[in-house]
């Protein structure tokens, strides 16, 4: 029986057979002739069934792999090997130079497999979802260190999952459920007398891939195989996609082909100069919303404006501060900054209250690298072009009011 492993390279191997018949018509500038036709039904059968296999021997893998644990048997396969010669480095390396081949290949065909469940192409190369959530270990050095993978610094640069937001990767759709409308009341042991409650309607947020493209400026040095640079050409990248993403979740319009802003779906509390009366009313209007406290992540979010004017407040004597230094609360409620907050408006105080709970952000499949060493030839400059396919929501808006001046 093949491994996993062999069997993707044997899928690899029917890929490549439809490429040279695509680029083939593509190069003649006509269309699949029947003998062509055929021969692609063929090789498509072929695939459907090696996907089958290997979905089959990793139930295997991972079933022998946790029964070795449950024996006490150290078990390191042949992929896990494998996965940890993979780096970011060695798939810019092969976007510039166009030669994928070795584990990078493998890593990219199983991207283009992804690629199916998310309805996209890989039109450089492709860095599947395994490899992003994995952390890298540095041996070099006499004591190891070790790198938080590329999810994990995804989400580390994400003010809206530090404010209490459920982050998600390498998935497909995801459906959350909302429920409206739901009452209680008391009627009588028979039923005779009583208001009954009325139904509860049940709709649904969902979630599902929206490309992302980040450009990321990058030294030839970056390719050099080191472990300090791969970790910072995955921060560069990690807090390029963050930045984007973030921007369009809180600007004050929607963007166009962008998830939907929390900040412009949120219910509009106050327009003035923020001030401790507009601080109370947001509160106050999300919790006559029916937003409960208990179990709720509720704190604030504000743009560099508000925090200037709010720091400002704490400065005044003999009263109670609204702005709590050592534990930066804001009237008593955790508070994150950042210039993403409504940064499609010009030098206005911009705050956002409600509870981050009910936010879901997505991050699904891997990544698609070009890279470009022509916009900013004249500076000797290359950059990556990274294609990610991301989309967030807020299940429910009601949870959520803002200040904006």
């Known amino acids: 029986m093949k491994s996993s492993i062999e069997l993707k390279e044997l899928r690899s191997d029917y890929i490549s057979k439809l490429e040279v018949i695509k680029e083939t018509c593509k190069a003649e500038e006509r269309e699949l002739n029947s003998d062509e036709n055929t021969e692609m039904d063929s090789i498509l059968t072929k695939i459907d069934e090696v996907d089958v296999k290997i979905e089959r021997a990793e139930k295997i893998e991972a079933n022998l792999r946790n029964a070795a644990k449950v024996s006490g048997v150290k078990v390191e396969t042949k992929k896990d090997k494998d996965l940890e010669k993979f780096t970011f480095q060695s798939a810019v390396r092969a976007a510039y130079t166009g030669k994928v081949d070795g584990i990078v290949k493998e890593m990219h065909d199983e991207a283009i497999n992804e690629s199916r469940y998310t309805g996209t192409t890989v039109k450089g190369v492709g860095i599947p979802s395994a490899i992003l959530t994995r952390a890298n270990t540095d041996t070099a050095d006499v004591n190891a260190t070790e790198v938080m993978s590329f999810t994990d610094q995804l989400e580390a640069n994400l003010v809206l999952a530090s404010a209490g937001a459920n982050y998600y990767s390498g998935i497909n759709n995801m459906k959350f459920p909302v429920f409206s409308g739901i009452s209680s009341t008391f009627v009588s042991e028979d039923g005779s007398s009583g208001t009954v409650a009325t139904n509860g309607t049940t709709s649904a947020v969902t979630l599902s891939p929206k490309k992302l493209i980040s450009i990321v400026n990058m030294s030839q040095e970056s390719m050099v195989q080191n472990t300090g640079l791969e970790a910072a050409l995955q921060r560069n990248m990690a807090a390029n996609i963050a930045a984007t993403l973030e921007s369009a979740l809180l600007a004050a319009s929607n963007v166009t082909d962008a998830p939907t802003s929390i900040l412009a779906a949120a219910t509009a509390s106050a327009s003035a100069a923020i001030d401790a009366a ?128």
Request: net charge negative.
């Open 278 to 405: 507009a601080v109370l009313k947001m509160e106050t209007d999300t919790l006559g919303a029916g937003v409960a406290l208990e179990g709720a992540r509720m704190g604030y979010i504000i743009n560099t404006e508000s925090y200037s004017v709010v720091k400002g407040l704490a400065q005044v004597a003999n009263v109670t501060p609204l702005w709590d230094n050592a534990n930066k609360e804001l009237n008593g409620y955790f508070a994150y900054i950042t210039n993403n907050l409504g940064n499609d408006l010009t030098s206005k105080d911009c705050a956002l209250f409600g509870d981050f709970r009910k936010v879901h952000i997505a991050q699904f499949g891997g990544l698609d690298i070009l890279f470009d060493p022509y916009t900013n030839s004249a500076t000797g400059l290359p950059r990556l072009v990274v294609t990610s396919l991301v989309d967030g929501a807020a299940v429910q808006n009601a949870s959520f009011y803002k200040n904006v001046e």
